[in-house]
Structure formats: structure tokens, C-alpha cells
């Protein structure tokens, strides 16, 4: 059993791998959401001494630089860092086969300390190594680039080589391999090669099915199709070789001769679980017969809440860093003070979005804040559906200002699309409501978003938000969301109390007119008139935010959770498929 509790470093029992782990804002080893929350488990991890390590890949060109001209075109270079900065390169070296060469694969260390002081290392794995041949070297460059079989050899060193790398460093202790998505399936295969091989090959998987599942944990991250990784089954042969190509064929993982690195992993994990109450139903609805449960996203508090809010809760609530449940008495917190903090946030928010935009913007205005990976269905441009509406709520003194952030990746055109369409909605606006869309949003202007902006705004197609994040890194800051119910705001919406919905019906699917009209309405006949005429009304939504969101929808609850229903479960899955 794992005691969430103590600080005394006992040998690591949950291996966390994801292809993306977000750390530091200088390190850019992650693309989006996923990154992140990887990041906040594993200080979380820390925090409460569990006994975890992460892997993941080194990434050394980044994920991309985005820049943005006066239309919104993105363009992308690379965003070249320097492990050395961050890291340290550790001695041992590991090898995987890929299409029958082998291939080293080395590793740099990078320590969270918890606030106990608790380490929990995450592994870097790099094939920049002399040895290998130019393309092997460049398997560890590029997050989320290249074709099918650049990723493939890239999920090999992530599953297998992460696996092999972690005994290597001594790390034989380990009961549970998390996969955060179905990037690092491939470990199960790894699991596999070490059972005896013996009898039919059929036989083999089968028996050995029920060793590995007693090792393995998944957590699916997205209802949306291009989110679940496919790869046809020659390249697989090609990719892995004969042997292990035969095996997958024969765990059935395999449907229409395509590999799915989802069914690979629900097939080997002994528990399963989306990340909020909605996207476990949706899961189980995408793959029936699984036994799919939810944990609910959280984020880590302590380094998502800004300072002016941090410096109030060490005053009040000092317990929060620690146990994140203290934050429910941020209801005891007086308005004047959360009002105090929320303005120097605005404050600072505003300052940053001068320098690097060259617009002021205004203190008082209300002031909107949407930002995340720019893609067709998180439907950025929801707001104006009918800018005439935003003119018209400015004209009766419930004027607005509009901050956007978000990167689409480069091979995503309906993502880039979508920024320049925000971009000429913004020159149509020009005058009446200013809008500026920041470039590279990142850990550090999320933080500030997040915080600053006076409502945070969030607009996706049903049902296609698995979770979202961003929301409650606003709520720990006092900041409200005005939100479609999909994802973690089914779970922390209270209408007039936590935020407001952007339409209510129960369908489970969007209607983009009937939610573009809803969206105005709140603006315009309930937001607004509370933040200009009741600003004391106002405040006390966003102390609730604090008091009923803040205090759940973070990763100390989050990984309490994994530790009590994931980490500590016992295989009870029946040996034929489900
Ligand atoms: C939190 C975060 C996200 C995820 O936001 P969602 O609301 O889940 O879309 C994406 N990118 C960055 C940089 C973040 O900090």
C-alpha cells in the first residue's frame, strides 16, 4: 500500500509516463493541457511523498515559437533550449530496437522537491547520442512532429526504452505503470518480453495478460478521435520488428489492421479512468465494455495561485499549501481583501499585456479571458458569432475588453484559421471593444491570465472537452467562469454562485446558435450589470469560486484520489476480453 503521507524517500512504486510533462516555463517540453497536468501530478507527487517518477521525452527543439503577424498567421519556429540549464545527464544507458537496429537511449534528471522536501525525479530519455544514426538521433527532438513513423519510433523510447530506463537506474521496485494517454502503450510490451516465451504465441499473450494488467494504470485524456494515436500494421512490423509486430496482432489490440494505442492500453491496464464524471461516460460510450472510471482533473495550487493571492491565503488560510481542502474557508476570507488581491493581479496581468502587445487596457473594464490550444472545437470565436451584440453592451455602459492566448500546432489549419479569424474580429471591433490575442501563451502568461482577467471564458463544442484546466487555475485566483457545461464545469458550475453556464440544456451536443445567444445574455443582462452596479455581489462569486472550486478541483485531491482508487487497486479484470 502507498501512504499519501511522510517524507522519507522509500523506493519508487508508480512510474508515471507521458509524452509531454510541463515544469518550468523555460523548459519547453510540452504542447497544451496534458503537459500540465503531467507537471501538476508529479509536484503534487512531491508534495504529498508518494513514492513516483516521471518519464518523458527530452523534446530539445521544443514544441515551437510561435509568432504572429497583423493578420494572426502563426508562424512557427523551433524553440531551441538547453537541458544542461535544467538537467542533469545521468550515466546509464539503455538500448530498444527499432526497425532491427539498436538504438541507445540516455537520460537527464530533473528533481521536483515536494514541501516536505520529498524528491520525485522525472527522466528525460534522449537519443542524441553519437552511435545512433542522424535519424535515431533525432527521435527525441520534436514534440508532436513528424509522420507516423517518426512518432512510432518515438512511442518505442517513451514505453519501452522509459521502462528498460528505470530498471536500469535501479528503479525495481515499481508496481504501477501510469500511462498519461496512450503515447507510452508500448511499456506493455516491454512487460511482455520479460515473461517466458513458450508454447503457441497466442497462449503467451493470453497468460501473461493478467501479469501485466496487475502492473498497469491508464488515464484517456480525450473524446476527441485525432487525439487516440493509430498506426497501420506493416508499420508496426516495420517499426518494431517481426516478434513483437506478431504479438500486438495477436493481442487484439489490433482492429482492421491498425494498432490503437488506446485499445493497447485498456486491454493491458487493471484500471482505467477519463479525467471528469462526463468523460468517463463518454469513454465507456467510445469503448464499451471496458471498466472505465473518472478522476476529475485538478491543478497544483500552490504554483497556479498568483502571489497577491498566495500572500492573502498564508495570511488566512495558512494550511492551503499543504492540504488544499484548507482553501474551503476561503469563505471566511473578507470581500475587500479578495477584491484587493484580484486587482493587483488585474494589475499585473494588464502591465504584461502592454508590454508585449503596446495596448493599454483599462483597470476597471471587464475584462474576458479565453486562452488554450487554438483547435476548430474549443471555438474561440464563439464570441463573435454577432459583434453587433459586444458594441451594443459597450454603447450601454457594459463595456468589455478581450484578452485571447493560444497556439494551434503547425499542422492544425482549422486551429490556425481560428486565431486569424480573431484577429480580423478584433480590427472589426477596433474602437469599441479592444481585443488583443497574446503570443506564446505559455506556463507563465496562463498564470497570469488565469488570475487576471475578471470572468474566464470558455466556449467548446459538446462533448468534446474531456476536462479543462484553465478554468480552475482561474477559480484558486477568485476568477469565475462563464462556461459551456462540458468537461469539470458539469462538476464545479453553480449558477450565480461558482460562474455561470453558457446554456443549459441537458443535450449532450452543441448547438452553436442557442449557445452564441446564451452567451450574450449572460454578458450582457447578468454579468456586466453585477460587475458595474454590485461590484460586493461580484466579489462574493469569486470568493465562492475559491472556497468550492479552488478546494477540489486541484492535484492534491486529484492524486489522493489515483493513490486510494488507482495506485492501491488489485487486478480484478476477467482473463477474456471484455
Ligand atoms: C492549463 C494550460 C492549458 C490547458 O488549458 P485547458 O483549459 O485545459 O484548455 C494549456 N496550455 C497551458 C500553457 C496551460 O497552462
Redesign the pocket.
Known amino acids: 500500500m502507498i501512504e499519501p503521507t511522510g517524507a522519507s524517500e522509500r523506493p519508487i512504486s508508480v512510474a508515471y509516463f507521458s509524452m509531454e510533462v ?1 515544469l518550468d516555463p523555460a523548459m519547453p517540453t ?4 496534458l ?3 503531467a507537471g501538476d501530478m508529479l509536484r503534487a507527487a512531491a508534495d504529498l511523498g508518494v513514492p513516483m517518477a516521471g518519464i518523458t521525452l527530452l523534446h530539445r527543439k521544443g514544441y515551437f515559437r510561435q509568432e504572429l503577424d497583423a493578420e494572426g498567421q502563426q508562424r512557427e519556429s523551433p524553440a531551441l533550449w538547453s537541458p544542461e540549464q535544467f538537467l542533469t545527464l545521468l550515466p546509464a544507458r539503455v538500448s530498444v530496437r527499432i526497425e532491427d537496429r539498436p538504438v541507445a537511449v540516455q537520460a537527464w534528471q530533473y528533481t521536483i522537491r515536494g514541501l516536505n522536501g520529498h524528491a520525485v525525479p522525472v527522466y528525460f530519455l534522449d537519443t542524441a547520442i553519437d552511435s545512433n544514426s542522424p535519424w535515431d538521433q533525432t527521435l527525441t527532438d520534436h514534440l508532436y512532429g513528424g509522420d507516423a513513423r517518426y512518432r512510432l519510433a518515438q512511442e518505442v523510447v517513451l514505453g519501452i526504452g522509459g521502462m528498460l530506463m528505470l530498471r536500469a537506474l535501479g528503479h525495481d521496485a515499481v508496481r504501477t505503470y501510469h500511462m498519461n494517454e496512450g503515447h507510452s502503450a508500448l511499456l506493455v510490451l516491454g512487460l511482455l518480453r520479460d515473461l517466458a516465451w513458450s508454447g503457441g504465441l497466442k497462449d503467451v499473450v493470453r497468460a501473461a495478460t493478467d501479469r501485466i494488467r496487475q502492473q498497469c494504470v491508464f488515464t484517456t485524456h480525450t473524446p476527441v478521435p485525432a487525439g487516440h494515436d493509430q498506426f497501420p500494421e506493416e508499420l508496426v512490423r516495420q517499426v518494431l520488428g517481426p516478434a513483437l509486430g506478431e504479438a500486438i496482432a495477436a493481442s487484439e489490440c489490433c482492429l482492421q489492421r491498425t494498432l490503437n494505442m488506446t485499445y493497447l492500453a485498456l486491454y493491458f491496464s487493471r484500471y482505467v479512468n477519463g479525467v471528469a464524471m462526463r468523460h468517463g461516460e463518454i469513454s465507456r460510450s467510445m469503448f464499451p465494455g471496458y471498466p472505465i472510471n473518472s478522476i476529475t482533473n485538478g ?1 497544483h495550487a500552490p504554483t497556479w495561485t498568483t502571489e497577491p493571492f498566495q500572500q492573502l491565503f498564508d495570511r488566512r488560510i495558512p494550511e492551503w499549501r499543504r492540504d488544499n481542502l484548507y482553501l474551503r474557508y476561503a469563505v471566511s476570507i473578507p470581500l475587500a481583501e479578495i477584491q484587493h488581491a484580484h486587482q493587483e493581479a488585474k494589475r499585473r496581468l494588464l502591465e504584461e499585456v502592454e508590454r508585449l502587445s503596446q495596448v493599454r487596457l483599462d483597470p476597471h473594464t471587464l475584462t474576458i479571458g479565453f ?3 487554438a483547435t476548430p472545437y ?1 471555438r474561440a470565436d464563439l464570441l463573435f458569432t454577432d459583434p453587433e451584440r459586444l458594441r451594443r453592451m459597450a454603447r450601454r455602459g457594459l463595456p468589455l475588453q478581450i484578452i485571447y492566448g ?1 497556439k494551434a500546432h503547425p499542422k492544425d489549419e482549422g486551429g490556425k484559421a481560428l486565431i486569424r479569424r480573431i484577429f480580423a474580429a478584433a480590427a472589426n471591433l477596433r474602437g469599441d471593444v479592444p481585443v488583443v490575442y497574446l503570443p506564446e ?3 507563465r ?3 497570469l491570465m ?1 488570475a487576471g482577467v475578471d470572468v474566464w471564458l ?1 466556449t467548446p463544442q459538446k462533448p468534446q ?1 474531456a ?5 480552475m ?1 482561474a477559480a484558486l485566483n477568485g476568477v469565475p467562469s462563464l462556461s459551456i457545461l462540458d468537461g469539470w464545469w458539469i462538476e464545479g458550475h453553480q449558477e450565480g454562485v461558482t460562474g455561470w453556464s453558457i446554456d443549459d440544456a441537458p443535450e449532450a451536443t452543441s448547438d452553436a446558435t442557442v449557445e452564441a445567444q446564451s452567451l450574450y445574455n449572460k454578458l450582457e443582462f447578468v454579468i456586466a450589470p453585477m460587475f458595474y452596479r454590485q461590484p460586493l455581489a461580484f466579489a462574493q462569486i469569486c470568493r465562492s469560486a475559491i472556497a468550492l472550486n479552488g478546494s477540489f478541483f486541484n492535484a492534491n485531491r486529484m492524486l489522493q484520489q489515483y493513490v486510494q482508487n488507482a495506485y492501491n487497486s488489485r487486478n480484478n479484470r476477467p482473463l477474456t476480453p471484455a
Open positions: 510541463a510540452y504542447s497544451g493541457g503537459g500540465v497536468l491543478v486562452a488554450r490550444r474549443k493560444g501563451y505559455d506556463l502568461l496562463a498564470k488565469c470558455n472537452e476536462s479543462g484546466t484553465s478554468g487555475k
